[in-house]
């Protein structure tokens, strides 16, 4: 067990809607990221929070936001979704900014029909 | 385009022998590497890093060997087990723009299975 919590574990959708994924950090865990894996792709960064701001962003789409809470809890949220956006989508933490060793959470599995 | 590249999308070995699974990576920028292992239904989980300073780390029986001249690396298993049997992921770590540190960028991954 990682220390990391993603809820849900699944969850199916339609297009168009909007959904959000939400992730507990490790505790003591100031960073949370954020990681899509698509079929037969490998872990693309989305987006990283540090103690509630934002500190980098990879390759995540405007239809796609994120915010660190003050308890540190992160959301991810995916609106106007479409088929593409079916992927597993991955939380992890850290203690500091350094990205040498992250935290993975079990991931949700999103699916868009 | 790539930056990070695993080239054999699967590995298959026999319980006792040696596994290498191979990493080749583009920005000899990249300072710091990782090799994280994934269980079906689980998340990732770090296994071995290396700092771009040095070309090996040890730790039990996995190797990461680093040649930064051929920007490339290998995770070696000895002697590899049925519990390893798993995919593993090779991560790099890039630098930003100013010099501050940068995210992982990941490898598709290399799913390994040791038979008994």
């Known amino acids: 067990d990682s220390g990391v919590t993603q809820t849900p574990k699944h969850l199916i959708t339609a297009t168009g809607q909007r959904v959000t994924l939400r992730c507990s950090p490790r505790s003591g865990d100031l960073s949370v990221y954020w990681y899509q894996q698509s079929l037969d792709q490998g872990l693309q960064f989305l987006i990283q929070?540090?103690?509630?701001?934002?500190?980098a962003k990879g390759n995540i789409l405007e239809r796609f936001s994120a915010q660190q809470f003050p308890d540190l809890h992160s959301e991810l949220n995916l609106s106007s979704l479409e088929l593409g956006d079916s992927a597993l989508y991955f939380c992890a933490s850290s203690r500091g900014t350094d990205n040498e060793k992250l935290f993975f959470g079990s991931g949700t599995q999103l699916s868009v029909l | 385009d790539q930056q990070v590249k695993q080239n054999s999308p699967s590995l298959s070995v026999q319980e006792g022998r040696i596994s290498i699974l191979n990493c080749d990576y583009t920005?000899?920028?990249?300072?710091?590497f990782l090799w994280y292992k994934k269980y079906p239904a689980e998340g990732p989980t770090f296994l071995i890093s290396i700092s771009s300073i040095k070309d090996k780390n040890e730790d039990g029986r996995f190797t990461v060997f680093l040649n930064k001249s051929a920007k490339h690396l290998s995770l070696h298993i000895v002697p590899s087990q049925p519990g390893d049997s798993a995919v593993y992921f090779c991560?790099?770590?890039?630098?930003?723009?100013?010099?501050?540190?940068?995210?992982?960028?990941f490898g598709k991954g290399t799913k390994l299975s040791v038979k008994p």
């Open positions: 991560a790099a770590r890039g630098m930003n723009y100013g010099g501050s540190q940068g995210n992982l960028i």
């Open positions: 929070y540090y103690n509630g701001e934002e500190r």
């Open positions: 920005n000899s920028m990249f300072d710091y």
